[in-house]
């Protein structure tokens, strides 16, 4: 069974890899702040941003408010992208002004549906950035998807080429217990594998924790 497969392959990194204790952010906003910065790049140069933002002392939303585009983009350079992920940051930071008169905590405890339609309304924020602030911000249980998800379960024949965002979401979140705690450590598992093992090129099937799991198929690259 499906849900039987998935719960294997949990148990195995979790075994393999050990609690990755991930979002590594200090505060809500750090988390959100970090989700933007982490795109279309590795966390390491979210990372840079972020320690840029807290020696300067400007790692929260009043403080980012107040930086000019210039100055917001400079702080971030090490994330890449920098004038266009400054101008996603100031359309989010926009949306908590303008629809929730500054109180991001408030809107962090709205009902599932509602803060997602909220960030998904965001310039820039799609759905995988979206969850991440759902899960790891507000701690809601919501299964973020990413790259490293669908190349994993389509090698090991779980998903079929074609499947989209929101299918490989419903996977997850039908055959597992709807727990945060557990999607949050899922979710960082898989990318764990997918950095270290289940590789864009060259993947490392034999030595990776989940050869032979299950009924699952190792992927064998030609």
Same mark, same amino acid.
């Given at each position: 069974m499906l849900a039987d497969e998935l719960k294997e392959i949990y148990r195995r990194?979790? =075994?393999? %890899?050990?609690?990755?204790?991930w979002w590594p952010g200090e505060t809500a906003f750090e988390v959100m702040v970090g989700a933007v910065l982490a795109q279309n790049t590795n966390w390491q140069n979210a #990372?840079?941003?972020?320690?840029?933002?807290? #020696?300067? #002392?400007?790692?929260?939303?009043a403080a980012m408010?107040?930086?000019?585009?210039?100055?917001?983009?400079?702080?971030? *350079?090490? =994330?890449?992208?920098?004038n266009i992920k400054a101008g996603r940051l100031r359309n989010l930071f926009s949306m908590i002004a303008e629809?929730?008169?500054?109180?991001?905590?408030y809107l962090l405890r709205q009902p599932v549906p509602v803060l997602r339609e909220q960030l998904l309304s965001v310039k820039g924020i799609g759905p995988e950035t979206a969850d991440a602030m759902?899960?790891?911000? =507000?701690?809601?249980?919501? %299964?973020?998807v990413d790259t490293?998800?669908? *190349?994993?379960l389509l090698r090991h024949e779980l998903i079929s080429e074609d499947a989209d965002y929101f299918?490989?979401?419903?996977? %997850?979140?039908d055959n597992l217990e709807e727990d945060a705690a557990l999607f949050n450590e899922y979710h960082a598992l898989l990318v764990q594998t997918g950095k270290h093992f289940c590789k864009k090129s060259k993947p490392q099937c034999a030595e990776c924790p989940l050869a032979g799991v299950g009924g699952v198929k190792v992927y064998v690259q030609s």
């Open positions: 990194l979790l =075994a393999y %890899f050990g609690p990755q204790h #990372e840079k941003a972020i320690a840029n933002l807290k #020696e300067a #002392e400007k790692l929260s939303l408010v107040a930086l000019s585009a210039e100055e917001l983009a400079e702080y971030i *350079r090490p =994330a890449g992208y920098y629809n929730w008169d500054n109180d991001l905590d759902l899960l790891y911000a =507000a701690e809601q249980p919501i %299964f973020v490293y998800t669908h *190349r994993l299918q490989i979401q419903e996977l %997850f979140m």
